[in-house]
């Protein structure tokens, strides 16, 4: 069974850093495209910032300057650092990941979410 597994959340002084982290385990191919998603309370779910095979990023505007995503595709693992981190980033921060498990044979995984609480 493939699946995603995040860590690095959790209680964080406005102002400071994390760095989250989502390994995909299992058995497959390749892992295509990877994602961090967010969801604040109340709120819905949005993309904040995505990482190809290839290491090309794109980073929602509304966190961009402060977000960074990479990747180490030896350890099939992403990483989202966060910086100068502020209240309303207090959200479950969801990795994503498009996974080829056999060739030609594509699903959608879900990681199960990581708490990240910004306040002092």
């Known amino acids: 069974q493939v699946q995603l597994v995040e860590s690095g959340g959790g209680l964080v002084q406005p102002g400071g850093s994390l760095r989250l982290s989502c390994a995909a385990s299992?058995?497959?191919?390749?892992?295509?495209?990877m994602d961090w998603y967010r969801q604040a309370p109340g709120k819905q779910r949005e993309l904040v910032a995505s990482v190809t095979p290839g290491g090309s990023t794109s980073i929602a505007d509304s966190v961009k300057g402060r977000l960074t995503i990479s990747r180490d595709n030896v350890k099939n693992t992403a990483y989202l650092q966060i910086n100068s981190l502020k209240p309303e980033d207090t959200a479950i921060y969801y990795c994503h990941a498009t996974i080829e498990r056999m060739i030609g044979d594509f699903s959608d995984i879900w990681g199960q979410g990581t708490q990240v609480t910004v306040s002092s």
């Open positions: 299992g058995t497959f191919f390749r892992v295509t495209n």
